[in-house]
């Protein structure tokens, strides 16, 4: 176990550190200190590093994160694991605005909220949040899965594509063109083994899920109400 | 004698025959009119500034014979590494998916040969456009279509687009004609469906976000590459001042006839200020900043030959930008292509439902058939050789100007001859010591 003081050598001092480590470094598990809330704390990570950031974290923690498994053991500021491409970040505390937008793939866990605009433009990550979600979460999301354990604001999964969204609580509305849609096995298959990967106790047949209406894919003017 | 003389018809100005067939084509269609190109409608340009050339008060350089540098080095402020360009006309950011693959190919081919850069767009970078290009600039747009971490690292520089001239403000659309497995696959959407592009990022707001946001894109590059943000000429003066405090090392700027690929006619004709109006704020906000010259500025949107590389630069801009012209270089609408532009209802040099992907070219399409009519070999080559004549112009103009490097270029070598550029350059017109809103008047 390798550890790095952020007081000591700042966020660059870090991401240099972690950037420039070989592919097939023995030196897998870091922990980081004193992350002081500070952007941008292992972002860009190409490798399958274990890596345990002691606090909070400012934007962007994980950002395009590849392979490597964060584990934020505070809150989380905006952006986090924007644009993933694969690995875990788990956020052991809430998550703030956009959290896992854009991401491409892997697995975003959130324990406690995220705010809004949670899994905006997601492109094929899997998001998984123990609590609630805030309003335009899911806007214009693509492909992948949000779980939401708690309730989700308004104009939820707003002008959605191909993502599915499963909430077990309350969901304030839904956005332009994102419907409630039958749940089968396939879906009760792919939520249990999210909550199985993200160990919440919640059962997939608590859920429901969402999803797109197909209506706005291809601009009708008679659909110019809706937006 | 006594047969009273008939008055001629005559059409109204107001309601001319354009706005009587666009009203007809909204009445029976119920949409608006959609199409690619920036502005169309006569606008206030660098057709309106002359240069005064050298005779005794100013020396002039021998035109063959004495040097004039044309080199621009792009993103010292803050880059590890930043690019260094033989000209100061670099191609424009379009897309994987509005453009053809071999379009995008002849770009970087062109570009590569000229000694200069070119840009993706709105859809990811091809390994073509990589490959071809020797310098290539990768945006970083708001619907991240394509946006990975390995091409980032690819990639010789960043531009963070917040918008474009021809809409700024607005997002864009690629309509599902031109949506084909390989444009559907880059984007992460199913194969014909209309691709909306948002107008805003979906994870910052405001220019502190942005600061961050750049910051992040630097620690992920290990802070090598220059960062680039792209405006529309909204509110340059605001707007550059702004992208100078959120850390840009690079502003690029695009006046209201920058093209799009798509987006609705009011939007091109309606919203956002010209080229020429947006030079100066720009230029101003650096300089109040003590940034001009550190970071630098690119301007876009309308630019056609040398002298109107000159007369940006003249105005304190680093280099410009290419994006309509260059598709013309490639051959966008060749007369020798109007029998087929016909059949489309429109003539070679009107063509512009670029979102239809039906292309004669081969250069706004996904058609397999049509994009192969575009040799990407031959195209680039046209394509260098227009910049070529472009650097050489804006050199003749130098030098007339007692200039051995075009960068020395300066507004006191400018007049206007109208008193509308006068003021938006803030130059004098010409024959006059007048440059209006200065001096009291």
């Known amino acids: 176990m390798n550890e790095i003081d952020l007081h000591k050598v700042g966020v660059r001092g870090i991401n240099s550190h972690l950037h420039n480590l070989p592919k097939n470094t023995n030196e897998k598990h870091w922990i980081i200190h004193n992350p002081m809330g500070q952007h941008s704390i292992a972002c860009g990570i190409d490798a399958p590093l274990q890596i345990d950031i002691r606090g909070h974290v400012g934007f962007y923690c994980g950002g395009m994160n590849k392979d490597a498994e964060l584990t934020i053991h505070g809150h989380a500021g905006v952006g986090t694991a924007e644009n993933m491409m694969s690995g875990v970040v788990w956020v052991k505390g809430n998550s703030s605005e956009s959290a896992g937008a854009t991401g491409n793939g892997g697995l975003l866990v959130i324990d406690g909220d995220a705010s809004s605009r949670c899994g905006i433009s997601m492109k094929g990550i899997d998001i998984v949040v123990g609590g609630s979600v805030g309003h335009m979460s899911a806007f214009m999301a693509q492909r992948g899965n949000l779980v939401v354990c708690g309730d989700a604001g308004d104009a939820l999964g707003d002008s959605i594509y191909e993502a599915r969204l499963y909430v077990k609580g309350k969901v304030a509305s839904l956005g332009a063109d994102c419907i409630e849609k039958e749940m089968h096995a396939e879906h009760l298959a792919d939520l249990e083994r999210l909550l199985k990967a993200a160990k919440r106790k919640e059962k997939p047949s608590e859920f429901r899920r969402y999803g797109s209406a197909r209506k706005l894919y291809n601009f009708s003017v008679d659909h110019a109400d809706a937006y | ?441």
């Open chain 2, 1 to 441: 004698m006594d047969k009273t003389p008939p008055t001629l018809p005559r059409k109204s100005a107001t309601f001319d025959d354009y706005t009587l067939s666009e009203i007809r084509r909204a009445a029976i269609t119920g949409i608006y009119d959609i199409r690619g190109g920036g502005a169309k409608r006569k606008l206030p340009h660098f057709d309106d500034l002359l240069f005064l050339g050298a005779s005794i008060s100013r020396y002039p350089l021998e035109g063959y014979r004495e040097k004039c540098g044309t080199n621009v080095v792009l993103g010292t402020r803050h880059a590890k590494k930043p690019i260094e360009l033989k000209i100061p006309i670099t191609i424009a950011g379009m897309s994987f998916g509005s453009l053809s693959a071999q379009a995008k190919e002849a770009l970087g081919r062109g570009a590569t040969i000229a000694g200069t850069s070119t840009t993706t767009g709105d859809g990811g970078m091809t390994p073509e456009e990589r490959g071809q290009s020797k310098t290539l600039v990768y945006q970083y747009l708001p619907s991240r279509y394509g946006m990975n971490p390995d091409d980032l690292r690819k990639a010789d520089a960043i531009e963070v687009v917040i918008g474009q001239g021809a809409k700024p403000g607005g997002g864009g659309m690629l309509l599902g004609q031109k949506i084909s497995d390989r444009v559907a696959a880059m984007r992460c959407l199913p194969k014909g469906i209309d691709q909306r592009s948002a107008c805003r990022h979906p994870d910052w707001t405001g220019p502190d976000d942005l600061e961050i946001k750049i910051n992040e894109l630097r620690e992920i590059t290990n802070w090598e590459k220059p960062i680039y943000v792209k405006i529309g000429g909204a509110r340059p003066y605001y707007d550059v001042a702004l992208a100078v405090k959120a850390g840009a090392d690079v502003v690029v700027l695009d006046g209201m006839q920058g093209g799009t690929a798509a987006t609705q006619e009011v939007f091109i004709e309606h919203v956002g200020q010209p080229t020429l109006a947006c030079i100066r704020p720009a230029v101003r906000a650096l300089q109040e900043l003590g940034m001009h010259r550190k970071v630098q500025l690119i301007v876009s949107g309308g630019i056609r030959n040398g002298a109107d590389v000159a007369k940006a630069l003249a105005l304190g801009v680093d280099a410009v930008s290419i994006g309509t012209a260059a598709l013309v270089a490639l051959g966008d609408n060749d007369p020798h292509l109007e029998a087929e532009y016909n059949a489309l209802g429109t003539t070679a040099g009107a063509y512009d439902d670029w979102h239809e992907g039906r292309d004669p070219a081969g250069i706004t399409t996904q058609d397999p058939g049509l994009a192969k009519r575009l040799d990407p070999v031959k195209a680039g080559r046209r394509l260098s050789n227009y910049l070529k004549v472009m650097t050489l112009e804006a050199q003749t103009i130098a030098r007339a100007n007692g200039k051995s490097h075009v960068h020395n270029l300066e507004p006191e070598d400018l007049c206007a001859l109208t008193i509308e550029a006068a003021a938006m350059a803030q130059v004098p017109l010409a024959g006059t010591d007048w440059i209006p809103g200065r001096s009291g008047y």
